[in-house]
Nanobody
């Protein structure tokens, strides 16, 4: 059973930065494509970024501000978030699915999820 544990959330002022991490256990990390999603209060969960063997894909709302990366030696995927805005306030979730050819940007495509970590951006 694959387990995902996020860390790194917190409170930050607008314009600041945060780094989220997700550690994966119980499986072969390199086998998985990894994604980050978020859910703001009273909104649906939405795609943020994904990384697979072919590269990365970002939501338009975070492109140029967020960077997703992975360290296969440490079984970890990271989301570096810069120039944060109040609209980035949400619970952020890490997700995993088997590697594929096409980047996965829909939550239904992911089999495994973390518990989420809260990010709050004050304006």
């Amino acid at each position: 059973q694959v387990q995902l544990v996020e860390s790194g959330g917190g409170l930050v002022q607008a314009g600041g930065s945060l780094t989220l991490s997700c550690e994966v256990s119980g499986g072969t990390f390199s086998y998985y494509a990894m994604g980050w999603f978020r859910q703001a209060p009273r909104k649906e969960r939405e795609f943020v970024a994904t990384i697979n063997w072919r590269g990365t894909v970002y939501a338009e709302s975070v492109k140029g501000r967020f960077t997703i990366s992975r360290d296969n030696a440490k079984n970890t995927v990271t989301l570096q978030m810069n120039n944060l805005e109040s609209e980035d306030t949400a619970v952020y979730y890490c997700a995993a699915r088997p590697q594929g050819v096409v980047p996965a940007t829909e939550e239904e495509e992911y089999d495994n999820w973390g518990q989420g970590t809260q990010v709050t951006v004050s304006s």
